[in-house]
């Protein structure tokens, strides 16, 4: 299925359920399709780059330029934005939100970066900002700042600076960084939803606006939760040593688990796996913070080359971080064989009834959602990675805990009873799907051929 293109070097706003710990929940109420309208047809690619509530802003090609536009999604409606992008001049282009531009004038190795706020002059940030696969610059999930690498004024070292956007402040993070952040800047820099702080190299936690070093976690792997106000890591604690899984990655096999407090500036240790079983990353958060979930994996050969292709995926834990009590979902999945699949993808409900996660690989997945109380869980075979914009993931779930996600062209509603409901079929290829915050409402982007037609669906 051709996917939408999505440009994940813009700026991201947060969706829904990211923000503060989740409320109270309302009653149910599923979306029914009262309205179905065609919203908007294009003969040339859309790229979805950023949301901030019900309001999505894509971008379509028009002759030599790209247009920008506003889409809501709870009511459909679609507007021009007013600002049109000429982005193929500049070594490196991007959106920040709809108030500016950041882009790159020159080569490589003789560079500046600017940024254009709507409406105004341009402003000089750096020169000789470093390259990995591009651009070495990382824009905040509220486009209020961008952490970049740049050359040491007379030197060929790089240092690591943060750029507040409103107020043109450049604060130097790190004075010398070596090649390792340089050529892995795109992954190694991980966002605070709130902007407030930066994580850098799963280790080191900035705070943004003076771009001072608050802590110094040993960790191995790092993950927000949705306010910014905690951080779950695993603990590199020496136990064990780092896998290699390419020429340059490596990988620890963690056994302790943590959670960070941002403002108690300290860490709890809130659950260690035993025997075999280790902790590789991929902790997910439920909305209210008081829990984490993720994998249990066994090795068959540790000391194997190839021991990424010999793992066996025990099980599921789900932790509450105050009372450090866990429950286990047996899954016991075989990652290896012919064509080895992972288990991936873990995502709560709104509030936490569900849980669901896949089993597969680029070729076929199967989706697994489970009741969090009873482990009673239930299977979908062949579901579509549709949603591209960060904090998507197979599924998305709306506020009174229903999960959505893709399947045979169809759109699948499943609620906290595990009842499954097919609730849309696309008339063409199905793309990609957003749903309103409120949950009674979605936009749908359907293919045919060389176009993409927005559909609205809902209230």
Same mark, same amino acid.
């Given at each position: 299925?051709?996917?939408i ?9 947060l ?6 710990k ?6 149910a ?7 179905? *309208?065609i ?8 790229n979805?780059?950023?949301?901030s ?8 090609e028009?002759?030599?330029?790209f247009e920008n536009?506003?889409l809501?999604?709870? !009511?459909?409606?679609?507007?021009q ?15 920040i ?12 190795? %003789?560079?500046?970066?600017f ?7 341009a402003?000089?940030?750096a020169v ?11 824009v905040?999930p509220?486009?209020k700042y961008?952490v970049? !690498?740049?050359k040491k ?15 043109a402040?450049?604060s !130097?993070m790190?004075?010398?960084?070596? *090649? ?11 966002w605070?939803p ?7 190299? %799963? ?13 110094e976690?040993?960790?191995?792997y790092s993950?927000?939760?949705s306010s910014g106000s ?15 899984s ?14 960070y407090?941002?403002q108690d500036g300290?860490y709890?240790e ?10 590789f ?8 913070? %008081?829990?984490i979930?993720f994998?249990?994996i ?6 194997s ?10 099980c599921?834990?789900?932790?509450e971080? %105050? =009372?450090r009590k ?10 290896g ?6 288990l991936?993808?873990?995502k709560?409900?709104? !509030? ?12 076929? =997945? ?6 969090t109380?009873?482990l ?8 579509e990675?549709?949603?591209w914009?960060r904090?998507?993931s197979?599924?998305?779930?709306d506020r009174y805990?229903s999960?959505?996600f893709?399947?045979?062209n ?10 499954d409901t ?6 063409t290829?199905l ?9 009674k409402?979605?936009?749908l982007?359907?293919?045919l051929?060389?176009q993409?037609v927005?559909?609205?669906i809902?209230?």
């Open positions: 299925m051709r996917k293109v999505i440009l994940l070097l813009s700026s991201l706003l969706l829904s359920g990211c923000g503060n989740a409320a109270a929940v309302e009653t109420e599923d979306l029914t399709i009262k309205n179905e *309208k919203v908007k047809e294009f003969s040339s690619t859309v979805v780059f950023n949301r509530g019900d309001v999505v802003m894509l971008t379509a028009n002759g030599d330029v536009y506003h809501n999604v709870g !009511t459909g409606q679609f507007a934005a007013g600002i049109s992008d000429f982005n193929e001049q500049y070594l490196h282009y991007e959106r939100a709809d108030t500016g531009q950041l882009y790159v004038e020159g080569s490589e190795g %003789d560079n500046t970066l940024f254009k706020a709507k409406d105004g002059e402003k000089k940030i000789n900002i470093g390259y990995s696969d591009s651009a070495n610059v990382s905040s509220n486009g961008v970049l !690498t740049s004024e007379g030197s060929d070292a790089y240092g690591l600076y943060v750029y507040d956007l409103g107020n402040k450049l !130097t790190l004075d010398l960084i070596d *090649k390792h952040l340089i050529q892995g800047f795109g992954y190694m820099i991980s605070a709130n902007d407030k702080h930066v994580i850098v190299n %799963d280790k080191y936690v900035f705070n943004a606006e003076t771009g001072k070093l608050r802590s976690l040993k960790s191995a993950k927000w939760s905690r951080i779950a890591f695993i603990l590199e604690d020496g136990r064990e040593k780092w896998l290699a390419g020429e340059e990655d490596a990988v620890y096999p963690g056994k302790v688990v943590c959670v407090d941002v300290d709890q809130v659950f260690m796996v035993t025997g075999d079983e280790y902790v990353g991929d902790i997910v958060w439920d909305d209210a913070e %008081d829990r979930a994998a249990g066994s090795v068959k050969d540790k000391k080359p190839d021991w990424y292709m010999q793992l066996t995926y025990n599921i834990y789900m932790v971080i %105050d =009372s866990a429950i286990r979902l047996e899954t016991n999945v075989n990652g064989g012919e064509k080895p699949v992972e991936a993808n873990l709560f409900s709104a !509030t936490g009834k569900l849980l669901a996660y896949t089993v597969g690989n680029f070729e076929k =997945s199967d989706l697994y959602v489970c009741k109380d009873s009673e869980q239930k299977t979908f075979t062949d579901v990675y549709l949603h914009i904090g998507e197979y599924v998305i779930t805990d999960l959505y893709s399947a045979g169809g759109i699948v509603r499943i609620d906290t009873g595990l009842k097919l609730i849309y079929t696309a008339k290829d793309d990609d799907m957003y749903l309103s915050e409120d949950g409402a979605m936009v982007f359907e293919s051929e060389n993409s927005l559909r609205y809902g209230k």
